[in-house]
């Protein structure tokens, strides 16, 4: 074994026979954002044999403080930022197979991309893609790292098909939405902490370690130096519609895709979300009050005001944003709140 990974091998973990395997599998990181960047880059120099990144943004100045991969130069030339990973990440470790790809996740292209792949990553900033990768991963049967964070807090969970509950599942018993960080700000810190359970999670996998694979659902607020691990093993539900008995994928589904409509001679643009989603508005009330949003509500319906926009948002998850007529520009604004 190269001397390259000597100190990995070393690892009692990990091991020749560990190393030898992680050589031969097949990573999917959905993002090249900071979860992206620092999973990408930390399983490069971990030696996978290959890893496929998709992202459909390119590079910003505000991206610099935590996005680990990109540089000044990438902000110049305003390079998509699966471009700039795959420079960086090929720089970093010529013997690992990086495939960059640009552009926007749907089921069908997605069906196509996880078909030969070991383990997944959830390096994504919206609700619509998750929900998407863990329908796809229940349906390939491939394991996967959910990720979260904004602020200082952050929260990671391990999804083993068969095994573990699955996301939908778990939407049952944690409120999920509004964590993006575009809403409540993000340090640097928090990423790294959300990346290094991910990480962890995903060299297990690739050794195939099951046992040591985590099935706790862990949550962390590094500014007031909280730590949670809950346990989640009741959270599997039979009935669920991704990973029960009779499942249907809803999420694969194109027509359950969020669909945007600009309402006429009104300014405003309707989006309704993937289907069966229901939401706490109370909850929802609660998380973006903390985040400092100025929110207003009945039982029907919150309203968030936004800067020169306002969304009121439904309990079926259904929303108008008010002010804009650019439907691009709402659904970001829908889903920094929905995440
Ligand atoms: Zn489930």
């Not at 990423?191 to 359970?197: A, E, G, L, P």
């Not at 005001?305 to 079926?316: A, D, L, N, P, T």
Request: glycine fraction near 8%; hydrophobic fraction near 40%; proline fraction near 3%.
């Amino acid at each position: 074994m190269d001397e390259r990974y000597s100190r990995q091998v070393l690892f009692p973990g990990i091991g020749k026979d560990g190393q030898a395997k992680i050589r031969k599998k097949h990573v999917l990181i959905i993002g090249a954002g900071a979860l992206g960047s620092g999973n990408a880059e930390i399983l490069t120099r971990a030696g996978v044999g290959k890893i496929t990144i998709v992202d459909r943004d390119y590079v910003e100045a505000s991206n610099l403080q935590r996005q680990q991969l990109y540089t000044e130069a990438d902000v110049a030339e305003k390079l998509p930022k699966a471009a700039a990973a795959e420079k960086r990440l090929t720089a970093i470790n010529s013997d690992v197979e990086i495939k960059a790809i640009i552009g926007d996740v749907t089921p069908e292209f997605l069906e196509e991309l996880i078909a030969d792949v070991d383990v997944m990553i959830d390096a994504t900033d919206n609700f619509e893609t998750r929900m998407m990768m863990n329908d796809a991963a229940q349906k390939y049967n491939v394991p996967w790292i959910y990720g979260a964070c904004v602020g200082s807090f952050g929260m990671s969970f391990s999804i083993i098909p068969g095994k573990t509950p699955c996301l939908n599942c778990l939407l049952r018993t944690i409120p999920l939405q509004g964590m993006t960080c575009d809403t409540g700000g993000i340090i640097a810190p928090t990423v790294q902490m959300v990346i290094s359970h991910q990480t962890v999670e995903a060299l297990k996998m690739l050794v195939e370690d099951w046992e040591a694979v985590r099935t706790s659902f862990v949550s962390f607020d590094l500014w007031r130096n909280q730590y949670s691990s809950m346990k989640m093993s009741k959270a599997k539900f039979a009935g669920c519609a991704s990973c029960g008995e009779e499942r249907t994928y809803p999420y694969l589904d194109r027509d359950n895709m969020t669909k945007t409509t600009v309402l006429c001679g009104r300014d405003t643009v309707q989006i309704r979300p993937a289907a069966v989603m229901e939401v706490s508005l109370e909850q929802l009330a609660t998380q973006l009050r903390t985040l400092g949003y100025e929110v207003k509500g009945n039982p029907y319906l919150l309203s968030v005001e936004m800067g020169s926009e306002r969304m009121v948002i439904f309990q079926e998850g259904r929303a108008l944003v008010h002010g804009t007529k650019d439907v691009t520009h709402a659904k970001t604004i829908y889903q920094r709140i929905m995440g």
